[in-house]
């Protein structure tokens, strides 16, 4: 059980931390006061206060984090100004988030996300410039018989050049292609002798097991993959090219999660594979077995899927938040406390039935329902 808690916990830390000061540093750029910076929910296990007044702690729920701003007496960090006139002294004005002009207040709420795609970035940077990346071209050596790759007209010897149109780099793009897609057919393009050929797979969907020992219903085509000519191609990078493969990989990861998350919605993509915490606590432990570059792989994809989670327009959650200030930029004002108050009813309503969801997942993986 501590093989899976310990690097949950040391996770969950480090990618909230992360977000969390993202919040902090506009809100500190734009002269916001802040009153507590929390890692987790619930009883505060241990904190201090900075010079600024500023409570950094940690609460025994690590679900998350929060950071409280100087003034807010509600979650949506809204108040009658002609009362803050009254309470607050002019100095003291100056501190509170919600009379700051509208484009730092979404500067504010927005630096969350952009701190977790900036971690990364920096993750995958220093992965391709001190480990390296593989360009290892992907050749088939055996299409199996009566599968998709042979009905559809793929060949022993064929160089896989892309997938959907992602340019495929390296033997380990293949299968996060295939997993990655959402459609009823694959488009393969394929170097064969000199020519190169576009063929469309349907795919099978299989009761498998992912590379950690999970069972996952996978895409399959039917093929098994060699490198060209026996050649392995691993290749530290430059600054410039780790740069722009890790900006390539989070763009990548962040698109390809929308469209998979589009397919949920409408019923083309397997609703079993959304996870909540326990599931990554538990792939956050398989992972930290293998090594300590997988297990800091996974927290970059782990950070990107909080970003992007976060962007999401629900109220309660920081896209909601952008939302509400669209319609205050079109409106000319905000929208009432009592008009947010019911779009965060909605949001709580819509995140609460997701924890059950994907509650209901982990559990169902773990054996628990059939």
Wanted: charged share 20%.
């Amino acid at each position: 059980m501590l093989t899976y808690i310990v690097p949950f916990i040391v996770l969950i830390l480090i990618v909230v931390f992360i977000h969390e000061y993202g919040h902090y540093y506009f809100a500190k750029k734009y002269g916001v006061g802040v009153t507590d910076f929390s890692i987790g929910f619930g009883k505060e296990i241990f904190g201090w206060n900075d010079k600024s007044g500023t409570r950094w702690k940690i609460c025994w729920i690590p679900l998350g984090g929060y950071v409280k701003f100087f003034g807010d007496r509600n979650v949506y960090s809204q108040a009658d100004h002609e009362e803050i006139i009254k309470k607050y002294s002019k100095e003291e004005q100056d501190k509170l988030f919600t009379l700051k002009p509208l484009y730092q207040r979404a500067l504010i709420v927005f630096g969350g996300p952009l701190a977790n795609f900036i971690l990364a970035l920096v993750i995958f940077f220093s992965i391709y410039t001190f480990i390296g990346k593989d360009f290892t071209p992907a050749v088939i050596n055996e299409v199996q018989k009566d599968s998709p790759a042979m009905v559809g007209g793929l060949k022993e010897g064929d160089v896989i050049l892309e997938i959907d149109n992602n340019e495929v780099k390296s033997i380990m793009d293949v299968s996060k292609y295939i997993m990655m897609s959402t459609d009823d057919v694959i488009d393969f393009k394929v170097k064969r002798s000199y020519d190169e050929v576009i063929l469309n797979i349907k795919p099978d969907l299989v009761e498998g097991e992912d590379n950690l020992g999970n069972k996952i219903n996978k895409r399959m085509v039917g093929i098994k993959l060699g490198a060209y000519n026996d050649q392995i191609n691993h290749v530290k990078l430059g600054p410039a090219q780790s740069i722009l493969h890790a900006f390539n990989e989070v763009y990548y990861v962040s698109v390809s999660s929308l469209k998979y998350i589009g397919g949920m919605i409408v019923g083309k993509a397997d609703t079993s594979q959304l996870g909540g915490p326990i599931r990554i606590a538990k792939i956050s432990g398989q992972v930290a077995d293998i090594g300590l570059l997988a297990f800091i792989s996974m927290m970059a994809y782990i950070s990107i899927s909080l970003g992007l989670v976060n962007l999401f327009p629900i109220p309660m959650l920081d896209g909601g938040h952008l939302m509400f200030y669209a319609f205050e930029k079109v409106l000319g004002r905000p929208l009432s406390q009592k008009t947010q108050e019911g779009f965060f009813r909605i949001g709580m309503f819509l995140l609460i039935s997701l924890m059950f969801f994907t509650t209901f997942n982990d559990l169902k993986d773990l054996g628990l329902f059939r």
